[in-house]
């Protein structure tokens, strides 16, 4: 079926372009857009329309690192660096989780706070227990949000006997979890939680499966010093952090590794050889003290950066948020660097937020044709009307930065509209 979006769309094409058509038409066949137009081509004069009057149409989100079971101790406990904030609150919070009728309920509301954000597809953790990743998975599903979700494998230096698994479990649960995952729009994908948590015989039996299963991989790279002299003494013969997951084949194309913050020209060199995805997860860097990652640098070597809420790290769940967020770290960058360094611009931000996550499951940048329409709605009128009228442009950068829940009337996941009226 035809379907047409009336609005002010506006799209990020390539890193650091915004297209924007005022009035424009945005149409789909069967949830798979086929082009954006000015002037709707008389082919499809006929076809329903939803008219979104004067509201903004923009491409809705992607957030390619968070932890859904750390969700309960949102804004909470963020007075101790990485390693003592895991064991101090961390992990407890996601020991909570061999409760399923408790993660059904934090689940639930996490799915609900996601797709009325706008976030329409996620590269998510999940806790260790197989059930409850599945009720994850459910959840999502349920409320519309798309992607991937990894049950976490964590076999060393984790709360024995509250939240570690043998290697033996870690192997076994995560085949029984992987026959389990049968779903539409939420697909799974290798989560070892980072070196210091997985023996080498876990991380190379799940680089054999990553290989065998044709499965893509998460885990986290080089976020805090203390972190890195660890993995350094827990392995000697690896020159640095992302040789450790290189040595068991987990380190290849489309490998999302989060935060990144300390990475140097060589272990980047590295992730663009290997295709490997950063997700940049700025306002955990920053409530954690682990740092501010050159995400600028970064993306000047051509390495793909995405961008990551790590929540309860990271406070903030909206992926505007998050974008804003990456701005003022980019900045404090580029006071660090004697202003050597650029900052990311609002639309660069916005870029990270939608297009580069987009393309992580197959889409062309924007609303390109050929891919399934994922966008919000925005209905700005509340922090538009006074003073002085405002071009389009000025609008979409306020609502960058002023977004609230409330002014997201409608959001489109997977070509279905699953927020909003379908008005016609
Ligand atoms: N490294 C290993 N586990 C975690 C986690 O849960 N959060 C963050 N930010 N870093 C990690
Ligand atoms: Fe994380």
Redesign the pocket.
Known sequence: MVQVLKGNIVQAPALGELQITEQGYLVMEDGVIRGVYDRLPLEYATAPLVDYGQALVMQSFADM?L?APQYPMLGMGMDLPLLEWLDTYTFPTEARFADTDYARRIYRRLATDLITNGTTRVCM?SSLHTDATWILMEELERAGVTGYVGKVNMDRNGLPGVLQETTEESIRETLRWLEGCHFDHVKPILTPRFTPSCTDELMAALGRLAQEKGLYVQS?LSENLGEIQWVKELHPDCQQYWETYDKYGLWKERTIM??CVHSDRRECDAMRRAGVVVAH?AG?NINLCSGVSPVREMLQQGIWVTL?S?IA?GACLPMYKVATMSIRASKIKRIETDWSEDFLTVPEAYYLATSSGHRYFGDRDGFAPGNRLHAIVVDDSDFTEASHPLTVRERFERAIYMLHRHNITAVWSDGRCVVGQMLQ
């Open positions: 690192h932890h953790f986290h989060a935060h997860c955990s990551g790590d790290g």
